[in-house]
C-alpha cells in the first residue's frame, strides 16, 4: 500500500512557475514508478509526466514538454513536478501516482488545485 499526499497548488498568473510535490509512504519509494496527472472541469484526467523507478527516465506530454520537469528525491520520498511557463490551459486538479512501472499506476493522490490566470 502506497500514501500520496500533493501540495504545492495555487493561483498564478500566466508565464508564472510553481512547484508541486508528492509525498509517498508505505512502500520503498525508490522502487516505485512516480507519475503526474491533471484533470481540469469537463475533461478527462490525462497524462502529464512520469519519471520510471529505475533508470530515472522521463516521459512528458508534448503539452508540457519543455515546460515541465518531474524529479523525485528518494532521500525524501518525494516527487516533484516543477511547472514553469504556465499557461491558463494548464487550469487542473493536479494529481500524483504511483506504481510498480510506468503505465502500471495503482496509487493516487487526492489532488491539489492549480489555476493560472491570463
Known amino acids: 500500500q502506497v500514501q500520496l499526499v500533493e501540495s504545492g497548488g495555487g493561483l498564478v498568473q500566466a508565464g508564472g512557475s510553481l512547484r508541486l510535490s508528492c509525498a509517498a509512504s508505505?512502500?520503498?519509494?525508490?522502487?516505485?514508478?512516480m507519475g503526474w496527472f491533471r484533470q481540469a472541469p469537463g475533461k478527462e484526467r490525462e497524462f502529464v509526466a512520469a519519471?520510471?523507478?529505475?533508470?530515472?527516465?522521463?516521459d512528458y506530454a508534448d503539452s508540457v514538454k519543455g515546460r515541465f520537469t518531474i524529479s523525485r528525491d528518494n532521500a525524501k520520498n518525494t516527487v516533484y513536478l516543477q511547472m514553469n511557463s504556465l499557461k491558463p490551459e494548464d487550469t487542473a486538479l493536479y494529481y500524483c501516482?504511483?506504481?510498480?512501472?510506468?503505465?502500471?499506476?495503482?496509487?493516487w493522490g487526492q489532488g491539489t488545485q492549480v489555476t493560472v490566470s491570463s
Open positions: 508505505g512502500r520503498t519509494f525508490s522502487s516505485t514508478a
Open positions: 519519471l520510471s523507478r529505475s533508470s530515472g527516465s522521463t
Open positions: 501516482a504511483a506504481g510498480v512501472r510506468v503505465g502500471a499506476w495503482s496509487y
